[in-house]
């Protein structure tokens, strides 16, 4: 039987990258070598004293059994201790931290605790596609917030129409961003407290790059630093990019209380929490050596040079930023983003992401991920040079 699936999957928009992982196949059996730079995922692997902790925690039989719905403890005090290091924010571990499998999960969750039929989220465009697909399935409405190269990639909250305030639960925010690498200003949270306190919106600020930044004087900030914010705010982190861990599944969320409490209602009807091994070993990266984390850094950067010398050469410009590790480059002139990328991967076997990926404010631009070693990262630049944009 062939069961027809439900209208919330029906209505999902086509998935944008099927084109390019079709082309990748055809390049790969044609025998090209091809240079992925399109996934988001660390190629670096977990570090040592990480991956130890699990295997001690994983003996242990009490962490057997079911964990918490909410998360051990000791985890989330560990989160809220990181939090108050790296950010002066002081958070209660009890009532404003809960642990997530993978910052996604409780992204996708939370519109479900705080959306009703009709009710509105502010979605960036360009974004990850979560914030738009999980607010559809609770049956709101999302209203787009373009993000533009004239406005640094920020969302302009001042010229959202006030009707539209007047219906919003939510506003997701995410920086620094993927993709288009832009970093939040103090002044432009401080303009998003205001007016979600204005309008009673829960800002729901996904923030998984904050520690992969280059200049050690300009680190991103959390939302959570500006007053007021923990008012009407919850900030998703995640272990995933700066600890090299997108497999283990295992972030957190901080900030406004009932929000956290929201989420942990859904969640105690959805899924019984994370593994208590895997918690142990997210205590571990939290609160042990973090010099694996300046040497990811390290590693970033000496990529990131090498592709943007590279990207200078080729007369390309693209978003000058701090942090990430994406480069988000305008496509040259007399190409869309789904043609650039179908033409660097035919004549050069190359796959990026095209910006319209990320929505329709994405047209124009492409998307590097630096998750490749700089001997590949070098080819692909020569690559790009032979095909004389
Ligand atoms: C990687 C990523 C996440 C999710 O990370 P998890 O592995 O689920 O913790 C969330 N948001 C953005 C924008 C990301 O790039």
Do not use: C
Request: proline content about 6%; overall charge negative.
């Amino acid at each position: 039987m062939d069961f027809p699936f439900a209208k919330r999957i029906r209505e999902l928009p086509p998935y944008l990258f099927a084109e390019i992982d079709r082309l990748k196949e055809e390049q790969i059996k044609k025998g090209k070598k091809v240079i992925d730079l399109g996934v988001g995922d660390p190629d670096i692997p977990t570090p040592p004293s990480i991956v130890s902790a699990l295997q001690r925690a994983a003996e242990k039989k009490e962490n057997h059994r079911y964990p918490s719905y909410v998360g051990m403890l000791k985890f989330r005090e560990a989160a809220a201790e990181w939090y108050r290091k790296r950010f002066g924010v002081t958070l209660d571990p009890e009532r404003e931290v809960i642990t997530l499998i993978g910052s996604k999960e409780g992204i996708a969750h939370l519109p479900w605790a705080f959306i009703d039929e009709g009710d509105i989220a502010l979605v960036p465009d360009p974004a990850y596609p979560v914030y738009g697909i999980a607010t559809k399935f609770a049956g709101g409405e999302v209203y787009k917030m373009p993000l533009k190269w004239e406005n640094g990639f920020l969302p302009d909250v001042e010229s959202i129409p006030e009707d539209v305030l007047k219906r919003a639960k939510l506003m997701f925010l995410n920086y620094p961003n993927n993709p288009t690498t832009a970093e939040a200003t103090e002044e432009f949270y401080r303009k998003v407290v205001d007016v979600a306190s204005r309008y009673s919106i829960l800002v729901v600020s996904d923030a998984p790059y904050t520690e992969i930044y280059y200049d050690e004087s300009k680190k991103p900030l959390s939302i959570l630093q500006i007053d007021g914010a923990k008012d009407v705010a919850i900030e998703f982190h995640s272990l995933s990019k700066t600890y090299n861990m997108t497999g283990w599944r295992i972030g957190f969320a901080v900030g406004n209380e009932s929000a956290v409490k929201g989420l942990g209602k859904i969640k105690t009807n959805v899924d019984s929490g994370v593994f208590q091994a895997i918690q142990e070993a997210g205590i571990e990266a939290l609160t042990g050596d973090q010099s694996y984390v300046e040497k990811n850094r390290e590693i970033y950067r000496k990529r990131r040079e090498i592709f943007i010398k590279g990207l200078e050469k080729l007369g390309l410009d693209y978003m000058k930023s701090n942090s990430t590790f994406y480069l988000w480059i305008k496509v040259p002139d007399g190409y869309s983003s789904s043609d650039f990328a179908k033409k660097l991967l035919e004549d050069a076997a190359i796959v990026v992401t095209p910006g319209v990926g990320f929505g329709e404010y994405g047209e124009g631009y492409f998307r590097v991920s630096l998750t490749q070693d700089t001997d590949l990262l070098e080819e692909a630049v020569e690559r790009m040079l032979k095909l004389n944009l």
